[in-house]
């Protein structure tokens, strides 16, 4: 089945630590986006990438990194200096970059805590 | 910049009532509206989208939502709702390319719809 599957689902995080949530999609979509989503928030977005090897920064990008070496592949990783990092984090992709009239496709989401 | 409003971030209603979850955009140039469906512990499913024609779109589950230019609003309706239908319920609007949002969709703060038997 053609999807996105985001890993761990549950995940903590130690005061100073880094850590890398996975997102992998096999849909063949060029672009891939991380969304942070806090209780009565909504969504906001962290970073996308439109293509490989590129990627731009959204709205909430300070204390996040990511990368895009593989079309099936864009890791968020959570720095130390993301001072508030506890957040259900969502990962989509699309056919092509802003898509008009292309839905995105979501993953289940990871649940990141901070301990 | 554009924004959504969802002016309800909570809807109680009992089984087989109708519903009424309201949103609200900044009007731009293009307007391309969207509705989408969180269920608990899930990523996000899109419901209805408008992008051009008519103004009254639908989904298959029974939803619909009519874009309504002159109030800047898109609200999402159903008749009847089930048990089934709790969930929360995202508006978004694509933002302007040249603008701060570069194309990508703009969300509002989430409805959480609450179907009560």
């Known amino acids: 089945d053609g999807g996105i599957t985001q890993s761990p689902k549950y995940l903590f995080r130690k005061e100073g630590q880094n850590v890398t949530l996975s997102c992998e999609q096999n849909?063949?979509?060029?672009?891939m986006y991380w969304y942070r989503q806090d209780p009565g928030q909504g969504l906001r977005l962290i970073y996308y990438s439109q293509i490989v090897n590129d990627f731009q920064k959204g709205d909430i990008a300070e204390g996040y990194s990511v990368s895009r070496e593989k079309k099936e592949s864009f890791p968020l990783t959570v720095t130390s200096a993301q001072k508030n990092p506890t957040a259900f984090y969502l990962c989509?992709?699309?056919?092509?970059?802003?898509?008009?009239?292309?839905?995105?496709?979501f993953g289940s989401g990871t649940q990141l805590s901070v301990l | 910049a554009q924004s959504v409003t969802q002016l309800d971030s909570q809807v109680p209603v009992f089984e087989e009532a109708p519903v009424e979850l309201r949103c609200n955009y900044s009007s731009s140039v293009s307007v391309y509206l969207f509705w989408y469906v969180q269920y608990p512990n899930q990523g996000l499913q899109l419901l209805l989208k408008?992008?051009?024609?008519?103004?009254l779109v639908e989904s298959i589950n029974g939803f619909e939502a009519e874009f309504n230019k002159s109030q800047t609003s898109f609200h999402l309706r159903k008749p009847s709702v089930h048990i089934s239908d709790t969930a929360e319920y995202f508006c978004?609007?694509?933002?302007?390319?040249?603008?701060?949002?570069?194309?990508?969709?703009?969300f509002g703060k989430g409805t959480k719809l609450s179907v009560k038997p």
């Open positions: 849909l063949n979509h060029d672009a």
């Open positions: 989509a992709s699309s056919i092509v970059p802003f898509p008009t009239n292309e839905k995105l496709f």
């Open positions: 408008y992008l051009s024609g008519s103004t």
């Open positions: 978004a609007v694509r933002g302007d390319f040249y603008g701060g949002s570069q194309g990508n969709l703009i």
